[in-house]
C-alpha cells in the first residue's frame, strides 16, 4: 500500500516539474491536496489532488483555497422546529433572519388581533345582549380567517424547507 501511495506522490511530482518547464505555459498546474487546501473536519483528499466534502459539508468562499469548510444546515430539523413552532423558528435557525422576524411580527400581530377581538366581544355583551350583533360575527369571522390562513402558511413553509427549497442564510443548499 505504501509503495503504491510514494508511487504517485512521485508522479504527480515529476508531472509538477513537467509542466512547470513545458513552454506551455496556459496549461493550470493540479492543485495538491492536504490540510491547506482541505478541511480535515469537512472533507478528505481523494488521489491526493482533489478535496471530497463529507456529507453535510460544502465550501462556502474558498478562504486561501479551503474547501469543505462549511458546515450545511440540516432541512429537516428546520422543517420540525417550522412545523412545531409555526411563528419562524426554523427560518431563525437556518440563519434566514429577516424571513424569521416578517414570520414572527405577523404571528404577533396576529395575537394582537385575538386580544382586540376578545375585548371588542367582552365589551359588547357588557353592553347589551350581543346575540346578533354584527360587530361580534366580524371579530370572530376575521379571527379564524386569520387563524386559517397562519396553519396554511406554515405547512406551506415546511413543505419548501423539507423539499430543500429554501436556500439558508448564506445562500448555501441545506443537507
Not at 390562513?149 to 413553509?157: A, G, N, S
Not at 424547507?161 to 442564510?169: A, K
Request: aromatic share 16%; glycine share 6%.
Amino acid at each position: 500500500m505504501k509503495y503504491k501511495e510514494c508511487i504517485i506522490k512521485i508522479i504527480i511530482i515529476i508531472t509538477i516539474i513537467k509542466l512547470v518547464n513545458s513552454e506551455d505555459n496556459n496549461k493550470k498546474l493540479p492543485i495538491i491536496c492536504g490540510i491547506q487546501k482541505c478541511d480535515s473536519l469537512g472533507g478528505f483528499c481523494s488521489k491526493y489532488i482533489n478535496c471530497t466534502c463529507h456529507k453535510g459539508y460544502d465550501t462556502l468562499i474558498k478562504i486561501n483555497d479551503l474547501k469543505c469548510n462549511y458546515k450545511m444546515y440540516s432541512k429537516f430539523k428546520a422543517g420540525i422546529l417550522e412545523f412545531f413552532f409555526g411563528f419562524g423558528i426554523g427560518h431563525f435557525y437556518s440563519l434566514r433572519y429577516s424571513f424569521g422576524t416578517f414570520k414572527l411580527s405577523i404571528y404577533l400581530f396576529f395575537i394582537l388581533c385575538c386580544i382586540v377581538s376578545y375585548c371588542q366581544i367582552k365589551r359588547i355583551r357588557n353592553e347589551e345582549e350581543a346575540n346578533d350583533h354584527p360587530n361580534v360575527s366580524i371579530c370572530v369571522i376575521s379571527t379564524i380567517c386569520f387563524f386559517i390562513i397562519l396553519i396554511i402558511w406554515q405547512f406551506i413553509d415546511c413543505i419548501l424547507f423539507w423539499s430543500g427549497f429554501y436556500l439558508d442564510g448564506n445562500q448555501m443548499k441545506m443537507n
